[in-house]
């Protein structure tokens, strides 16, 4: 990928989607980070637009429509943060036009959305980097660090659960605007074990519901089983109204021990079977590297560490960690799960996946 840009040069960067999410998340982190210049937002809220001038400035560059953004002289690189139906047709325009791109996950509502969006970095030479965070978290490097080395020998399962309250109310309610609970919650969780697991996912087992939230369009509960090759497995079990009491627990066990995480707790315990070894560590991030907390009042920590990586990669014309052949995958598994909830019966991956798009 020959898209190496002079180290010392100014990335100049534009936000689609000012929005709450767009700005607390995104456009803080990027007006403090250096070498990096945000020139340009838009949103189709006028107190969106005013809300991303207070953070980066009165010489911020505003538009009610992306795609005039996605026009303008002089940028380098987009930050995609509309609702996710929108995510296809921005990145498309973006690499069209020449810019590097960071999406929100999901990268697109299909798996045919994600080839189209490969095809065209590819065509463009130019950098796409999704919004999957949790794999710049201190606490999951350090996870799959002592996976990777052998900690707890080989890896057999994996697992998540998160018992929380709902998500923000609007267009996370709808099943059109967002592709549906999974896809757009527990992408994060299923591309963790997409990372940690090493070995590709064959089929996929779920059942789900809307059992209390029914004022909205959207699962609120799901069970999914995800078996992988080689016989290993990982679980997810998400229930959103549940808000008292709940954090994100992803644990893993094998052939010589197991690691339990938790997120917001910040811990990591890793317990040998083979040994009377037992190690509690709290993996805090920095300060910077945690200050976004979201509507329910959990703090996000991957956000500005993905950012520098995505700089980086665009400085140095290499690859992202989450990249866009990876979100694919990403979306085909939560896609799976979410049929398997419809049509109650297992999903297999080759239904969606097909042969991987050339690269």
């Known amino acids: ?37 945000v020139i340009a937002a838009s949103s189709r809220s006028e107190s969106s637009l005013q809300a991303a001038r207070e953070i980066a400035g009165s010489r911020l560059h505003v538009c009610s429509d992306w795609r005039d953004v996605v026009a303008m002289d002089g940028l380098d690189a987009v930050f995609v943060a509309l609702t996710n139906d929108q995510h296809h047709a921005a990145v498309l325009a973006a690499l069209e036009a020449g810019r590097h791109v960071f999406c929100e996950k999901p990268l697109g509502l299909t798996v045919g959305q994600c080839d189209d969006i490969i095809a065209a970095a590819a ?28 900690g707890i020998g080989d890896l057999h399962l994996m697992w998540c659960r998160e018992f929380r ?3 923000r109310p609007g267009w996370r309610s709808s099943e059109a605007l967002t592709g549906g609970t999974i896809l757009e919650k527990n992408i994060h969780h299923i591309d963790l074990f997409h990372w940690m697991m090493g070995s590709p996912p064959l089929r996929v ?22 078996e992988y090759a080689g016989g290993r497995r990982a679980t997810l079990e998400l229930c959103l109204f549940a808000p008292y009491g709940g954090d994100c627990e992803i644990g893993a066990a094998g052939s010589l021990g197991r690691i339990d995480t938790r ?21 805090a991030d920095s300060k910077e590297d945690a200050n976004f907390t979201d509507a329910a009042g959990r703090v996000d920590r991957g956000i500005r560490p993905e950012m520098i990586d ?17 979100s694919r995958v990403a979306v085909a598994t939560c ?18 996946l097909g042969a991987a798009p050339a690269k």
């Open 263 to 283: 997120n917001q707790a910040l811990s990591l315990t890793h317990q040998r079977f083979d040994l009377p070894d037992r190690m509690e560590m709290r993996i």
């Open 165 to 167: 309250g709902p998500m």
């Open 123 to 150: 065509q463009a030479g130019k950098i796409v980097q999704v919004g999957l965070e949790m794999r710049f978290q201190r606490l999951y490097r350090e996870m799959k660090a002592l996976i990777d080395r052998g």
């Open 1 to 37: 990928m020959s898209v190496e840009t002079n180290k010392n040069e100014t990335i100049r960067v534009a936000l689609l989607g000012a929005g709450w999410f767009g700005r607390e998340a995104h456009l803080r982190n990027l007006v403090a980070l250096d070498g990096v210049e």
């Open 310 to 326: 995505f700089f980086d990669c665009i400085r140095r014309g290499r690859a992202p960690l989450n990249d866009a052949a990876g």
């Open 335 to 352: 896609l799976a799960a979410q049929e398997s909830i419809r049509r109650r019966e297992t999903v297999w991956l080759e239904e969606l």
């Open 205 to 226: 087992s779920a059942h789900g519901g809307t059992n209390v939230l029914t004022d909205r369009e959207i699962l609120d509960n799901a069970q999914v089983l995800i």
